[in-house]
């Protein structure tokens, strides 16, 4: 399986990103999706992951400002990042797996190479 992430950059503080992973060579369906991130230092985390039913999971320190979605029929996830702040600077990676149960456990087969994202103050 291969995950293809596009969309990053660098805005300024208040400014707005859309993230893409597209994902290919699947034999069997990809129920989770998801974004992680890793700032420098730090260790990776959760941003939102979402299942093929639509059920999501995301930080608490990105309610209300990032919304995640895909479209199943092309198999990619994307997230909405609004509202960016310079503590959203961080390399995102998508993640994906067969099982419903990754949202939950976080356990992601599949991983991306990671897409750079820069708030400025």
């Known amino acids: 399986v291969r995950l293809v992430e596009s969309g990053g950059g660098s805005v300024q503080t208040g400014g707005s990103l859309r993230l893409s992973c597209a994902a290919s060579g699947m034999y069997y369906a990809i129920n989770a999706m998801a974004w992680y991130r890793q700032a420098p230092g730090k260790q990776r985390e959760l941003v939102a992951g979402i299942t093929s039913g639509g059920t999501t999971n995301k930080a608490d320190s990105v309610k209300g400002r990032f919304t995640i979605s895909r479209d199943n029929a092309k198999n990619t996830v994307y997230l909405q990042m609004n509202s960016l702040k310079p503590e959203d600077t961080a390399v995102y990676y998508c993640?994906?797996?067969?099982?419903?149960?990754?949202?939950?456990?976080?356990?992601?087969?599949?991983w991306g190479q990671g897409t750079h994202v820069t708030v400025s103050a």
């Open positions: 993640a994906a797996d067969e099982t419903y149960d990754a949202l939950k456990t976080g356990d992601y087969q599949y």
